[in-house]
Structure formats: C-alpha cells, structure tokens
C-alpha cells in the first residue's frame, strides 16, 4: 500500500503553464480506487480532488487552474526601489492518499510533494517545454552563474533605451537567503562614473524599478551622474552560502538623451513572465476620438395659444446624450528585426497595458491590432512599427 510520486514541477514554474504532478499507487487493481488530491498553497489546504488513473498505475494532477486564479501583477508606481512581488506569486505542494474498498475508503497511507513556486507567467509552448528556471535563478547554489538572465525576452544584442524621466522595471527570481542589487553608471569609454549597492531581503520573485528618477531618490547616484553617463547596468546578486558566486547578467540600459522632434509615448506592459517590458515609441502620434450619439424622434410641432405651428427651431430627431471613446496611434523610430518581432509578440499578446501619461503617472489601455508579422529586414527593409491603442475611459455628456 503505497503512493510514489514520479514526477514534480520544477521548483519555479509558470502558473500558466501546466503544473503537473505525476503518481502512481501498487493498489489500483483494488475495486472502486482513485487517488485523492489535496492542494495546499502557503501551506494552507486550497482544495481537494478526486483523480483515478489514467495510464495503467499512473494518474497525474494539474495545479495551474487553481493557482494562477490567485495571482496578479499590479504595476509598482510607488517609488520603491526593489519590491517583493507577492502578489504575483505563490508556493504549493500536494498530498496524494489511497481510495478503495466496498465501499471505498481512504487510506492511511499518503505521500508529499516538495515545495514548489509557481509564478504568474505564461510561455508560448516552444518555451515552456524547454523552460529551465535556473537559467533565471539568481541564486548562489545555482551551478548556471554568473549569467542566469532578467525576466525578459528583450534581445540581448540591442540596445535597451530609457530617457533621464522615464520608467523602467526588471524582475528576477531566486531561492537565496540574502540577495542585492548593483547600479552601475558608466560614460561613453565605459569608465564607470558611479556606484552604489542596495541589499534586499529574501524574495522569491522581486521586481527592481531601475527607472533614473527612482535610482536617484533611493541610493547615493545623483542627477550629476546620470547627466554624465552614456548607460548605466544592472545586475542582481544572491549572496547566501553557495560556492557560486550567484550574479545574473549584466544588464545594460542606455540612456536616451536625444532630442526627439515629436512628444515620445511610452508604454508598459505585463510580459510573458508576469513582471513588466517598456517600449518608447518617438515618432509622431496621432489621437483621434469616436463620437457616437443617442436619439429619440419626437413629434414635430409645439402649441403656440390656440394654433399648433411648426417652427424651423423646435427639431424632429433629437440627440439626448453623447458618447466619445479616444484612440491613439503610436510610430516607433526605424528598429532593428530582432527589436520589432519581441515588441510585437510581446506587446500584442499582453492583457496589461499602460500608456506613460506622464512622470510617474500611468494610465491603462487596450492594444487594438488584431494581428502582427514578425519582419525581417532583407524581405520588409527598414522597419517601423505601427501601433494601435484605444483609452479605457470614455465620455459621457450631459443628458439634453
């Protein structure tokens, strides 16, 4: 009378992503037997399921539904230079018993799963079957560092730009005990102009807002600096007792110091990851608002005394109320391939967006491309991207 588990996720997994665990019992043969399931998230029994077996012995259990119904990214806009992303993840594990019998009952015997962190991600299939967290653990057990990477697709080969007033967010993950941060300035011959290191506590999933003005306010870099500096980088490090050293890569964030001829806008969005990507679009943008009307007719004419006249003013079909909905179209400068094929998949396939109203304000939008094509120079040339968006507040007027 056994449970053997076969199979578990890996220790950071995406909750949208299928969270399988397999299992398998030496009593199946036994009349009416299935497997009972117990969910237990933060260590907390969630759920209890009734699974029978599927192949032979073996049966298997998909937590994803069940988790990812309880996470969220919120945009971090509160000037905090390195966040614990709660929120936006969470641990589980299961516990597998016996039933069986006339009638059936459940056995003593069960069996436990290690602990696992399920994130609020979601890859493509080509990615998830070949997702191996710790090319993304910052961790200083983890045989992979230094090099295990930010939680974005950006291509590394480009550069990543951001101006002196604009926002920009990293995430990474890590099971250390002690982990920081470095901010790195540097001009254009890579001499570094300044630096300061923030320690943070441990943190499953942290999101490092890296945008100038929050760098500023929160460590020893000044304004001075960054007016001095070509780009500036960013690396996380997990500092607990393992013989690696524990260091992600270097990532390097340009700054934009151009004098744009157009109002730039800036957009946010949630990536496959479940932390936050930004793109700055700089050529002209154009807004334009849909006006729609209710009417109702009404009978012409009016009293006037004794006489029933109909005057030019008094109007037929009569509009009571008006509604407006804003849209804008946003042109990015000439990109490279590599840049527009992850803005497009990225920022097309996302539930999240804002649009950068302003420093620090930030104000939600809906994409409205129904597709995209992933363009290569040789066959599209220069390449620009043209991007679609609608305001998620509309107008009402005034009742007529």
């Known amino acids: 009378m056994a449970v053997t588990i076969q199979q578990q996720p890996q220790i950071f997994s995406t909750a949208g992503n299928p969270i399988v665990w397999t299992f398998e019992s030496d009593q ?4 009416n037997f299935s497997f009972i399931v117990e969910l237990y998230i933060l260590g907390t029994l969630y759920s209890t399921h009734q699974v029978f077996p599927q192949f032979g012995i073996l049966s298997r259990f998909n937590a994803s539904e069940a988790i990812k119904s309880i996470l969220s ?10 966040t614990n992303y709660n929120s936006a993840i969470t641990n589980g594990y299961i516990i597998v018993y016996e039933k069986y019998g006339t009638p059936p009952t459940i056995g003593a015997f069960a069996q436990s799963t290690s602990l696992m962190n399920a994130f609020n991600g979601s890859l493509r299939h080509p990615d998830f079957i070949n997702w191996n967290y710790q090319d993304y653990n910052v961790d200083s057990n983890n045989p992979a560092t230094p090099g295990v990477l930010f939680l974005t697709s950006w291509p590394r080969a480009r550069k990543y730009f951001c101006g002196l007033t604009e926002n920009i967010f990293l995430g990474f993950i890590s099971n250390d005990t002690t982990l920081n941060v470095r901010f790195r300035l540097k001009n254009s011959a890579g001499g570094t102009i300044a630096t300061d290191l923030v320690s943070i506590t ?9 945008s100038p003005n929050t760098i500023i ?24 007792i393992g013989i690696n050293n524990g260091s992600s ?50 009978e012409s004419g009016v009293w006037s005394g004794t006489n029933y006249i109909y005057p030019l003013y008094q109007g037929e079909i009569t509009t009571f109320s008006k509604r407006a909905e804003d849209t804008m179209i946003l042109n990015s400068d000439w990109i490279h391939q590599d840049v527009q094929q992850w803005l497009v998949r ?6 999240n967006v804002y649009l950068e109203a302003a420093t620090g304000s930030f104000e939600p939008v809906n994409i409205t491309n129904q597709g995209y094509d992933l ?15 609608k305001k998620t507040y509309s107008y009402n007027s005034q009742l007529n």
């Open 202 to 210: 441990f943190n499953d999933l942290t999101v490092v807002d890296c």
């Open 346 to 351: 990225e920022l097309y396939e996302s539930p």
């Open 73 to 82: 990214s919120p945009l971090v806009i509160n000037g905090t230079l390195t």
């Open 28 to 31: 199946t043969a036994q009349p």
């Open 217 to 240: 306010a929160n460590t020893t870099i000044t304004s001075l600096d960054f007016a001095a500096a070509a780009y500036y980088e960013v690396i996380a490090r997990g500092i607990g």
């Open 249 to 298: 890569e270097t990532f390097k964030i340009y700054i934009d110091n151009e004098c744009h001829r157009y109002p730039t806008r800036r957009l946010h969005w949630l990536n496959k990851f479940g932390v936050w990507d930004s793109f700055t679009f700089t050529l002209v943008s154009t807004e334009s608002t849909k006006v729609a009307g209710s009417t109702y007719e009404r």
């Open 375 to 389: 363009k290569q120079s040789r066959k599209d040339g220069l390449i620009r991207e043209t991007i679609e968006i």
